[in-house]
C-alpha cells in the first residue's frame, strides 16, 4: 500500500521560513487539502514535494509499494502534477497535450509517427470525461482558461499516476466541474488508493472532498495543523 | 490572530523611489542617438566632396540603357547556380544554428557554454557576407563551394542569434513541468519546446533563405559563383555596361518576387502551425 511520509521538511525563502519541522504520514486514499491564505506556501510546499523545488531541511519519502521508498528525484512517472500555470504546449492540440501524460512511455519513435491509437481513445475518453473531447483537435491556444485547466487535469488523469499533486486545479472552473474534477480525485484516492494533495481555497470543496486538511501558518511555520475531516460523499 | 506584516506594510503608503529609479534610460538614449545624428551628418556633409549628380545621371543614362539581353540564357544558368547556393548554404546553416542555438540560449545551457557560443556567433556575424566570400575563394578557388561556405557561415551567426533568442523567450517551465512526469531531456525538447518556437524558427529560416538569395547574387563579385560573377564579367568590359543592366533587372525581378512569395508563405506559415490565442 502506498503512502506519502514526510520528515522534518521545511522551507526557508527570503529570509523567512514558509513552513518548519512539517512531519507527515499520508496514508493510501487520501485527499489532502492544503489551506491558508495566498504567499503563506501552498505551492511551495507542491514544489517541494513535486521536486522542482528543493526543500531546505528534510525529507520527502514516497512508498510505491511496500519497502520500496522513492524521492521526488525518482518518483516520475508515479507523480502526476496539475501546475496552477497549467505548464500546457500551447501550439499543439488538446488530445496532444493530454497525451503527453505518459511520455515516460513513449520513445523517440513517437515523435516521428504519432501516439499509439489505442492511447489516442483512452485520453479521449478522459476528455469525454471532463466535458471537453469536443476540443480534441483544437489548437491549446485557442481554449478558454477553464478548458486549459481542464486539458491539464486530463492530462494527469490520463497519466494515472499513483500520487497527484494540484495546485488549486479547479480555480478557472465553474461550481459544477469543480465539484465533478474533485469527485472524481475523491473517486480515485476510494477505489484506486492514489494519494492527493491538492492547494484548496473553497471551504465547501475542502468538506465535501477531503480527508485531511492540512494548515500552514504564516506567523509560526512550526505551527503547522493536519486534521482529519469525513468527507461528505 | 495577529496582523500579517503584509498588512502593517502597505498601510505606511506608497514607498518614494530614488531619482535613478525613476529615470526613463529610452529617452535619454533617443537624446543620445540625436545628438550623434547631428553630429555625424555635419562631418558626412562636406562642401568638396559633393559631386556633379545631373552628369552622373546623363552618363548613366547613356551608358546603361537599352538594357542588353543578348546573352540572356547565360543569365539564367548563373540565376539558376545563385539560388543553389543560397538553398544549400541556408539549409545547412539551419541545422548547424538548431543545434547551435540551444547550446547559446540561456535558459536551455550552463552560462560558460552560453559565452562560448556566443561568441563564436559574433565573430562569425561580424564579418559581411562578401568578406566570407573573398576569405574562402582564397582557400577554395573562384566556384560556387566558397559561395555556399561563405553564406552558410554568415548565416550561422544571424540563424543562431534568432534561434537562440526564440527559445529564450518560450517559457521553459513547460519542459521542465514534462520532465518532472517522466520526459527525457530530448522528449522535454521535442514536445515542450519545439511546438512552441517552431513556426519561428520556420520564419526565420525563410528570411535568411531570401537574404542569401540576395547575397548570392552579389558574391560572386568576388569569384564565389552565381549571377555575380557574370556581373563581374560585364562590368570589366568596355561595351558591356547594357549587358549589366539586363543582369540588375533580372536580379530585381527575381529578388522582388521573392520577397512577396517569402512573405505569403511565412504568413501561411505561421497561420498553419501557430494560430494566435484567443486572448490575443
Redesign the interface.
Known amino acids: 500500500m502506498s503512502c506519502l511520509k514526510t520528515k522534518d521538511l521545511g522551507l526557508r525563502r527570503n529570509e523567512r521560513w514558509l513552513f518548519k519541522n512539517l512531519n507527515l504520514n499520508i496514508p493510501a486514499g487520501s485527499v489532502v487539502a492544503i489551506l491558508g491564505p495566498s504567499g503563506v506556501g501552498k505551492s511551495s510546499l507542491i514544489s517541494c514535494l513535486s521536486g522542482s523545488e528543493s526543500p531546505t531541511e528534510g525529507e520527502i519519502n514516497f512508498e510505491c509499494k511496500a519497502g520500496e521508498i522513492r524521492n521526488p528525484e525518482n518518483i516520475s512517472p508515479e507523480l502526476g502534477i496539475i501546475f496552477q500555470s497549467l505548464r500546457l504546449t500551447e501550439h499543439v492540440t488538446v488530445l496532444e497535450n493530454v497525451l503527453y501524460g505518459k511520455i515516460a512511455q513513449y520513445g523517440l519513435k513517437e515523435s516521428f509517427f504519432g501516439f499509439p491509437e489505442s492511447d489516442k481513445n483512452i485520453a479521449y475518453e478522459t476528455l469525454k470525461e471532463l466535458g471537453i473531447a469536443h476540443l480534441a483537435y483544437k489548437w491549446t491556444s485557442q481554449t478558454s482558461g477553464g478548458e486549459k485547466q481542464r486539458t491539464a487535469i486530463a492530462r494527469t488523469l490520463f497519466q494515472d499516476p499513483k500520487f497527484i499533486l494540484a495546485d488549486e486545479p479547479v480555480s478557472n472552473l465553474d461550481n459544477y466541474y469543480s465539484g465533478r474534477v474533485m469527485g472524481l480525485f475523491r473517486n480515485l484516492a476510494s477505489q484506486e488508493k492514489k494519494i492527493i494533495f491538492c492547494a484548496l481555497h473553497d471551504p465547501q470543496l475542502i468538506s465535501r472532498f477531503a480527508n485531511y486538511a492540512l494548515s500552514l501558518n504564516p506567523e509560526r511555520p512550526e505551527n503547522w495543523n493536519l486534521r482529519e475531516i469525513k468527507p461528505k460523499l | 490572530m495577529?496582523a500579517?506584516p503584509?498588512h502593517i506594510r502597505e498601510s505606511q503608503g506608497l514607498p518614494t523611489r530614488k531619482w535613478y529609479e525613476r529615470l526613463n534610460f529610452l529617452n535619454v538614449l533617443i537624446i543620445i542617438f540625436l545628438f550623434l545624428t547631428l553630429y555625424s551628418g555635419k562631418n558626412l556633409v562636406q562642401e568638396n566632396r559633393s559631386a556633379d549628380v545631373m552628369a552622373g545621371i546623363d552618363y548613366f543614362l547613356k551608358k546603361f540603357f537599352p538594357p542588353d539581353f543578348s546573352n540572356f540564357h547565360l543569365i539564367l544558368e548563373s540565376l539558376a547556380e545563385t539560388f543553389q547556393i543560397a538553398i544549400v548554404s541556408t539549409f545547412i546553416a539551419v541545422i548547424l544554428s538548431l543545434i547551435i542555438s540551444t547550446a547559446a540560449s540561456r535558459n536551455i545551457s550552463p552560462a560558460w557554454l552560453v559565452q562560448t557560443t556566443r561568441m563564436f556567433l559574433n565573430v562569425t556575424r561580424t564579418l559581411p557576407s562578401l568578406i566570407w566570400a573573398f576569405l574562402l575563394v582564397i582557400f577554395f578557388g573562384p566556384t560556387p563551394i566558397a559561395g555556399v561556405l561563405a553564406l552558410t557561415f554568415y548565416s550561422l551567426g544571424y540563424l543562431g542569434k534568432f534561434f537562440s533568442e526564440s527559445f529564450e523567450s518560450m517559457?521553459i517551465?513547460?519542459a521542465?513541468?514534462?520532465?518532472?512526469?517522466?520526459?527525457g531531456p530530448?522528449?522535454a525538447f521535442?514536445?515542450?519546446l519545439w511546438?512552441?518556437v517552431?513556426?519561428q524558427v520556420w520564419s526565420q529560416s525563410l528570411w535568411m533563405l531570401e537574404y542569401n538569395i540576395r547575397s548570392a547574387s552579389i558574391i560572386g563579385l568576388v569569384g564565389a559563383g552565381g549571377i555575380g560573377m557574370e556581373l563581374n564579367k560585364a562590368m570589366e568590359m568596355a561595351s558591356g555596361f547594357q549587358r549589366v543592366t539586363a543582369i540588375l533587372i533580372c536580379i530585381l525581378f527575381i529578388v522582388i518576387t521573392l520577397d512577396l512569395l517569402g512573405q505569403a508563405i511565412r504568413r501561411w506559415i505561421t497561420q498553419k502551425?501557430?494560430?494566435?490565442?484567443?486572448s490575443d
Open positions: 495577529s500579517n503584509k517559457d517551465k513547460v521542465r513541468g514534462l520532465k518532472l512526469i517522466g520526459a530530448i522528449q521535442l514536445y515542450g511546438p512552441n517552431k513556426a502551425i501557430s494560430p494566435k490565442s484567443i
